[in-house]
């Protein structure tokens, strides 16, 4: 029993080594090239990879690293031709060839080929190309690092592999990642996309600090991990780092972070500290050479942001003459002109039309000049430089940015209580109470500052009135405007038009009182602006949306917009135009911003007596002199002019108040250039029938005395 066991097992046993097929290794032959055929059995027919131009170039540098597999091809008899039919390696057969054909080898060269015995070809050629094994990038990351670490420069590397110079750097940066990431990218633990966005910094700390939390269940995709990595730095785009400039940066220690893998960010700064130092620095250089002119104070930032902050409580000298003289002012225009026409062409640089280095570098000298030019101190008098301050900021671009002629509120307040006590002065008729309020904005004796004839309106009684008083009383029609803008859609809508047309097809966005870009007007020190109502309204309209809409802007902010009703919308749309408006000027001159403003006015029937003005000592008469007060009473009630004519100041002036309360008198700078109002009607002291009163001069005409529309 046991043996017939044992011959069975032999019997199912493996079979002898005789029997196993042995393993054949065909001999290779050196054959001729002009003996060498493309085989019809080799299967690869599809261009794909490498071209065979770039397979040449890189046989002629290095030679050729792989033989042919051939078999012999024989003729119509079945007997040997003499020639070879290429089934593996086809692509090499052609780049030899072309070689040939280019004289730079000669057709008779040998060529090692491993001779087939061609039974099955198709076989054979299938078989090479299906078991090739493609290289894995990690093994080209390193062969690239091995390569530039033997001294090859990354061009040189870039020309032997056909690739650009960005390619290798890339790779190169890949082969520098920290190891662990490197062998999780190898054991595919680690996507190439992700270790690209790892590849942001070189710090291996942080590399593998951030690559542990994602093993501890912090998923995280490229962008999250690029964020990650970047959150501590500053891009050169911003404002601080386009200031400083990269090169200063480096040259004071400072380190940059580079992208490769994205071209539309970076590079980045990894030192915040130290370009906030050198910033600071900088800007405080500036700071301290304005001041060295005389200026009483100068206040400065780094962050483009807060410079509207900055302005908040701040008013500014009017009209301010240019600093730079007539033949700069025209070279300020030309440079402008081919500035923004090279911007254009950057924008738009096509292979027809592109942009060079030589363009670039007419750019990076244009700029500091236009800087210069614009940052020049205008033509300002020695008291007036005393008094004021400057300004100083740093625009989007990195630009220095230095503004001039800025008061600050208690300044303001000084002047106009020195006026209001100048004013008490007794039975001065040709006194100007704000005479000393006009010299905190402006100097009279200035030859910059000589008062137009456009704007009879600030002319009362032969003596125009101080400039704070006008832009005061403007200031309250501009509120009382932008009310009325914020509840007519219409208006507003026009209003947004017409300046988006100024600018895009006339002379510029001045021409309009709506300033789109959008600037927001602010209303500082105005008296008793704050307690009118009108205000109030305009405040309260703007909380209410402000408590509305998101807190951020972007898609938050858009969909929000999205979520309103078309009446909601065009309600936002009046209130955000509205707010814009800024119908303010002062006693001279009246450009064509303030026409507007009267278009405007007529457009929503403005109505400053509606909107609740009141002409009272403190906005009004208090701040102007006695023919003044006179005049208006002569206006409003002639037959009471002898009631105050002999009294002095302080008490003409509330009397004056008292008489026109009840009265539709207006200011000049504050009626309407389109409306007629009504007579008043006084009562004779010498009848007792009533009797109308002549029309009041000031009833005759439109806005600043000009003759009303014919009908």
Request: include cysteine.
């Amino acid at each position: 029993m046991t043996k017939a066991k044992t011959k069975t097992k032999l019997q199912n046993g493996p079979a002898p080594d005789a029997a196993r097929p042995s393993i054949r290794i065909h001999e290779i032959r050196q054959i001729p090239l002009h003996q060498l055929f493309v085989d019809d059995a080799n299967v690869r027919t599809i261009k794909n990879g490498v071209t065979i131009d770039m397979l040449a170039d890189d046989i002629a540098f290095r030679g050729l690293l792989q033989s042919l597999a051939v078999r012999q091809l024989k003729d119509d008899d079945g007997q040997a031709s003499g020639r070879f039919g290429v089934i593996a390696g086809g692509r090499r057969l052609k780049a030899l060839q072309k070689l040939a054909s280019e004289k730079r080898i000669d057709g008779s060269q040998t060529i090692p080929c491993i001779l087939r015995d061609g039974e099955n070809a198709t076989d054979d050629s299938l078989a090479e190309n299906v078991f090739r094994e493609q290289l894995h990038p990690l093994d080209q990351f390193q062969a690239f690092k091995q390569l530039a670490d033997q001294g090859l420069a990354d061009a040189e590397i870039a020309k032997r592999y056909h690739v650009t110079e960005k390619f290798v750097r890339q790779r190169l940066k890949l082969a520098s990642a920290s190891p662990v990431l490197l062998d999780a990218f190898k054991d595919d633990g680690l996507s190439l996309e992700k270790l690209e966005a790892f590849c942001v910094t070189d710090d291996h700390t942080r590399q593998e600090a951030l690559w542990q939390r994602m093993q501890d269940g912090h998923g995280m995709g490229a962008y999250a991990i690029r964020e990650a990595l970047l959150e501590t730095s500053v891009e050169a785009n911003d404002p601080r780092a386009r200031y400083v400039g990269l090169d200063a940066y480096q040259a004071a220690g400072g380190t940059i972070m580079n992208d490769l893998f994205r071209d539309d960010s970076g590079p980045w700064l990894e030192d915040p500290t130290l370009l906030e130092s050198l910033a600071d620095a900088k800007i405080t250089a500036e700071k301290e050479r304005v001041l060295a002119l005389g200026f009483k104070w100068a206040d400065v930032t780094l962050n483009p942001r807060e410079v509207k902050g900055l302005k908040r409580n701040l008013s500014q000298i009017p009209n301010l003459a240019s600093g730079l003289s007539k033949d700069e002012r025209a070279e300020e225009r030309t440079l402008s002109t081919e500035f923004d026409a090279l911007l254009e062409k950057g924008d738009t640089a096509d292979d027809d039309d592109p942009f060079t280095k030589e363009d670039q570098a007419r750019l990076d000298k244009i700029r500091p000049i236009l800087i210069e030019f614009r940052n020049r101190p205008p033509k300002l008098s020695a008291k007036q430089i005393a008094r004021t301050g400057v300004l100083i900021s740093l625009e989007e671009e990195g630009d220095l940015c230095i503004e001039y002629g800025y008061l600050r509120p208690e300044a303001v307040k000084e002047a106009k209580k020195s006026a209001d006590a100048s004013g008490d002065t007794a039975n001065s008729g040709d006194t100007d109470p704000e005479h000393s309020v006009g010299d905190a904005l402006n100097d009279d004796d200035n030859e910059d500052y000589v008062r137009a004839d456009n704007n009879p309106g600030a002319v009362i009684a032969g003596k125009a009135i101080s400039d704070s008083l006008a832009r005061d009383l403007t200031s309250y029609r501009t509120i009382a405007l932008q009310n009325s803008v914020a509840q007519d859609f219409n208006a507003a809508f026009l209003g947004c038009l017409h300046a988006l047309c100024s600018s895009l097809f006339r002379s510029g966005s001045y021409n309009s009182c709506v300033k789109i870009a959008p600037r927001e007007l602010f209303l500082r020190g105005v008296v008793g602006l704050e307690k009118w109502t009108t205000y109030k309204e305009v405040q309260d309209r703007h909380q209410a949306w402000g408590d509305r809409l998101p807190g951020q802007g972007g898609a938050a902010l858009w969909n929000a917009l999205c979520a309103l009703s078309n009446d909601e919308r065009a309600d936002l749309f009046a209130h955000c135009v509205s707010l814009t408006v800024d119908a303010v000027y002062g006693n001279q001159g009246r450009g064509s911003s303030a026409a507007h403003a009267d278009l405007m006015a007529e457009a929503v029937a403005l109505d400053i007596k509606a909107a609740g003005w009141e002409s009272t000592t403190d906005t009004y008469f208090g701040r102007v002199n006695k023919d003044q007060i006179i005049e208006a009473v002569r206006e409003a009630a002639p037959t009471k002019v002898a009631l105050i004519d002999h009294l002095k100041k302080p008490v003409m002036a509330k009397e004056a108040e008292r008489l026109i309360k009840d009265t539709d008198w207006l200011p000049p700078l504050l009626r309407s250039p389109y409306a007629q109002a009504t007579p008043p009607v006084e009562t004779s002291v010498n009848t007792v029938e009533e009797t109308a009163a002549p029309l009041p001069a000031f009833l005759h005409g439109g806005l600043n005395g000009s003759a009303a529309h014919a009908a």
